[in-house]
């Protein structure tokens, strides 16, 4: 009779042992899964960032511009046409969990970037408007912008890989489906962005 409680017992604490475990183990991997998620959040809130800095500084770029009485009005045009295209999208952190979302966001972005590829290289045919200091300042710092949006785009892609990879494994993937972590879209490359602008005059 006592062998069978003994037996009996540690079957049990051996079924206790394991329970616990897994538990302990789903646990780790749902705190692990909420971190990467945040990273990816705080990532995305640097990209947002850098893009809201560049459409701050587009305003005082065309004003500066539209001083000079021939310049190119359609290309004024399509900086700000492409910039309030962009103010008009609403973005939420959901955006990360709707591709279709995400391409539109990056759609847009992307014409904004193509608008002022092209107004930049159209400066080319005004020596007076490139030699002007607010507009070399401004051009100075809208550059800038552009290499700290791609540094924040090369990061937040590698975050979401870091995220993905994480949920993809099993068995924390079980977690990741129970709780409903989904994968998160990356940026790419804007279609033609391998190919200059061309303006012509």
């Given at each position: ?19 616990a ?52 009005k ?8 492409a ?54 300042e ?24 870091g ?21 998160k ?17």
């Amino acid at each position: 009779m006592k062998k069978g409680l003994i037996v009996g017992l540690s079957i049990v604490g051996a079924i206790f042992f394991f329970v616990a475990v897994v538990v302990i183990w789903g646990i780790n991997s749902y705190n692990n899964m909420v971190t990467l998620n945040e990273s990816v959040n705080q990532s995305w809130s640097q990209v947002e960032n850098q893009y809201q800095r560049r459409a701050d500084l587009i305003p005082n770029l065309v004003n500066t511009v539209k001083g000079y009485a021939n310049f190119e009005k359609g290309v004024l045009t399509d900086v700000t046409n492409a910039r309030a295209s962009v103010g008009q999208l609403k973005v939420t952190k959901d955006v990360l969990d709707d591709p279709q979302a995400f391409q539109r966001f990056q759609a847009v972005q992307g014409q904004l970037t193509g608008a002022l590829s092209r107004l930049l290289v159209t400066v080319e045919n005004y020596p007076d408007l490139k030699a002007n200091e607010n507009f070399l300042e401004l051009q100075a710092q809208l550059e800038g912008t552009e290499n700290r949006i791609a540094v924040e785009r090369r990061k937040f892609n590698e975050v979401v890989q870091g995220y993905n990879t994480s949920i993809k494994k099993f068995p924390t993937s079980i977690i990741a489906g129970i709780f409903n972590f989904r994968d998160k879209q990356y940026f790419k490359a804007t279609a033609g962005s391998e190919t200059p602008p061309k303006v012509e005059f």
